[in-house]
């Protein structure tokens, strides 16, 4: 962008590669700056939402938190309006489908005085017209020379050379994607395996004719991504990629959440086992990505998402309609109830990010099997909502902040599988529990406002539980209500004060299927707790603002029913441990424990006062001596606010997967465990991120060689 230019516009029709662009300019000026302070992605989409674009420019220029969120939205436009005039930025705008003005949003315009750049997608030349852009940057559909050697690199030489005639019959393949890259992408990947003329013949009598149905670009490009979509292999898959289509454009679907909707479903058989069903769901997932029909990601919280391309989200709903009109219906951010013709034909519905408060009237649905209605403002249904809906198997309302009661007559619905009411105000759990006989799942993560959840062994097939964060008084009564859930497979729980803490880590039952343990708020003496070697399932491990001291390996003993510390540990276990987030611990002075969990891949420690050691030596002395090598899969690490951390290990370690380290507030963490080899080789494969610079001057470095290659992959923040 020129220095004069301070608004920049990039439009054409959907999948010719404008985000891609955006993104090659995102990623170029976040890896070398060019003297912007701040560059800022923000994703905009079809439905403009001013408060979810605001709130995510503050968090990426580190203005979130508490304090923000109780600010009201025009001290918010003030707020990031006065801090960003005094600085320079790069904003990129991805997908406008309107005028955003970007006072409203607290964006100073752009101007050759303060040399900040605005970028956006649109597909519409009015968008740029509007937004001040005089000479907007147009992407075309490739020419067909462009075209087929973008083809010929999705098909790959193997395919093409497997016989003569193929790359003729390629050329008209490709042709039939009229130069769109995201249809040459994807028919492209499908192609590759297709290695004889039968099967290409057949492709080009498949695009033609549905190409001949339809007028217009659009139609012209959704029987092409089609084509990927009757490639897929099994109707299952093909009902788990319609499923997508229920969230909203660009929205970030996690990856554990949608296999629930899978399995709760009953797309996926989950029959034989949670773990193994969610096993198949990943295939799944991966499948369709490399199908290019899904895209993947992962979000702020480390967690794995994926979402769909706007043009695939289009044909992914006009596929679902053609099988069967009013089967999907899909209105987000919708007032009240829509008008459907047919509501006895309607199986899945999503309502998602809703603006009522209640719902008029009671749709008979009998097919209905999902309904979505997370993410809104609902407070309360009538009261024969449910009873109409004998087929419900999923059912979302999280997220609705003025639902403080669970509706009546959900425990009527004897189909329902899956019930999430997280993030929501509830007091108490829904009446009758013992009359969801079939639910599988249960989400009530969150609800703070949550007083007990007496009863809830009731919930005899129950094989998955979230607890996460829930506001109710964890006491024996509570352990042995959920030890006595049978079938209860994974467990997310969150456990404060020490007695409590106690009782659940000596539970055999309890741990064993436990997947993600927070210990939060235990405000007092500091003490020692084991973690049980027999949690195997254990993914997640988060202790925050405890006094927790030391944190060991230990075995339960079923007859005491407490948890007996091991002493000089020797072997590998917590074989499932990924993420460890330590944060706001005052008491912990080391966290050998970790050296005993192989398949760590993030650890996060913040605003731990005491901590000297991350292994420390002479603990660690077994484990050394019996050939264990730290963190084998380790790929990010976040230390901050650690004032007295002075070693992470006394040796360099070969961290074959690290990508990167963020060492901020430590000035006595003078040496860091690397050598030449350590860490991921290659361009930009490994990042060292610091805050101050008379820190990274005074790192002792392993050797001349350890300081010359990491010195070159450091970015100060």
Sequence with gaps: MKDEVGIMGIHGMGGVGKTTLLKQLNNRFSDERHGFEFVIWVVVSKELEIDKIINEIAQKVRLGGEEWKQKEKRQKDDVLYNFLRKRRFVLFLDDLWEKVDLAEIGIPIPTTQNRCKVAFTTRSQEVCARMGVENPMEIKCLGENDAFGFFKKKVGQTTLQSDPEIPKLARVVAKKCRGLPLALDVVGETMSCKRTTQEWLHAIDVLTSYAREFSGMEDKILP????????????????????????????????????????????????????????????????????????????????????????????????????????????????????????????RMSL??????????????????????????????????????????????????????????????????????????????????QEFEKLIHLDISETRQLLSISGISSLYNLKVLNLYRSGFSWDLDTVEELEALEHLEVLTASVSVLPRVEQFLSSQKLTSCTRSLDIWNSNQEPYEIALPVTMEKLRVFCI???????????????????????????????????????????????????????SLKRL??????????????????????????????????????????????????????????????????????????????????????????????????????TKTRFLLSTLQV
């Excluded at 000089?568 to 050296?595: D, G, Q």
């Design 604 to 705: 996060v420690v913040r605003y731990a006062n005491q901590l000297e050691d991350v292994i420390n030596k002479e603990k660690a002395c077994e484990g050394e001596k019996s050939g264990i090598i730290p963190f084998p899969n380790l790929n990010c690490i976040v230390f901050d606010g650690l004032p007295k951390l002075k070693n992470i290990h006394w040796s360099p370690l070969p961290f074959p997967c690290l990508k990167r380290i963020d060492v901020f507030r430590c000035p006595n963490l003078r040496k860091l465990p690397l050598d030449s080899r350590s860490g991921m080789h290659g361009e930009n494969a490994f990042t060292l991120r610091y805050t101050e610079k008379e820190w990274i001057d005074g790192v002792e470095w392993e050797d001349e060689a």
């Design 224 to 347: 092409l991504l089609k084509y990927s979509y009757d490639n897929l292999k099994g109707n299952h898959v093909k009902s788990c990629f319609l499923y997508c289509a229920l969230f909203p454009e660009d929205f970030k679907i996690s990856k554990e959440k949608l296999i629930g909707y899978w399995i709760s479903e009953g797309i996926i058989d989950g029959s034989k086992g949670i773990e193994r069903a969610e096993n198949m769901g990943y295939e799944i997932i991966g499948s369709l990505v490399r199908a290019s029909l899904l895209m993947e990601d992962v979000d702020w919280h480390a967690m794995d998402i994926v979402y769909m391309h706007d043009v695939v989200h289009e044909m992914a709903l006009w596929i679902a309609s053609y099988q069967q009109k009013d089967a999907f219906v899909v209105h987000p951010l919708f007032y009240g109830m829509p008008k459907i013709k047919n509501w006895s034909a309607v199986r």
């Design 544 to 598: 925050e603002s405890c006094t927790i001291s030391e944190i060991k390996m230990g075995r339960i003993c079923t007859k005491s029913k407490t948890v007996t510390p091991l002493h000089n540990p020797t072997t590998p276990c917590f074989s499932s441990l990924s993420k460890v987030y330590i944060l706001a611990c005052n008491c912990l002075r080391e966290l050998t424990l970790l050296m005993f969990a192989p």
């Design 352 to 433: 998602m990010g809703n603006k009522a408060q209640s719902f008029f009237g009671s749709p008979e649905c009998p097919q209905l099997t999902t309904l979505l209605l997370q993410q809104g403002k609902l407070a309360k249904f009538p009261s024969r909502f449910f009873k109409l809906m004998p087929s419900l198997l999923v059912l979302d309302l999280s997220e609705n902040k003025k639902l403080s009661e669970a509706p009546d007559g959900i425990s009527k619905v004897g189909s329902l599988k899956y019930l999430n009411l997280s993030y929501t105000p509830i007091r108490d759990l829904p009446k009758d529990l």
